[in-house]
């Protein structure tokens, strides 16, 4: 019986993931907000979400993908498999 970081359920691994949640929602929320654009406000869902995918998406999703954790279950799953 293995107990890492990632398997015991603690205050810092759930407010760990409470973040990630948070985050991640953030990105959501992204794609369907408006934006402005030379004064005028552009509240159009496939317009803003074409802009959002254009500008800030990458970025927030490199900084909010909860990276860790994959790559622990990665890895868990390769010892537990060889």
């Known amino acids: 019986f293995d107990v890492g970081p990632t398997t015991v359920f ?7 993931i409470f973040l ?8 959501f929320f992204s794609f369907v907000t408006g ?4 004064g005028t406000l552009v ?4 317009t803003s979400a074409l802009h ?3 500008t800030w998406f990458v970025p927030d999703i490199a900084g909010s ?3 860790d954790k994959v790559i622990d279950t990665v890895y868990a799953e390769r010892e537990e498999a060889g």
């Open 65 to 67: 993908f909860p990276f």
């Open 43 to 46: 509240m159009d869902l496939r």
């Open 20 to 27: 990630d949640v948070v985050f991640m929602l953030d990105v």
């Open 10 to 16: 603690s205050i810092y691994n759930c407010f760990d």
């Open 52 to 54: 959002y995918s254009r």
């Open 35 to 38: 934006y402005l654009s030379q």
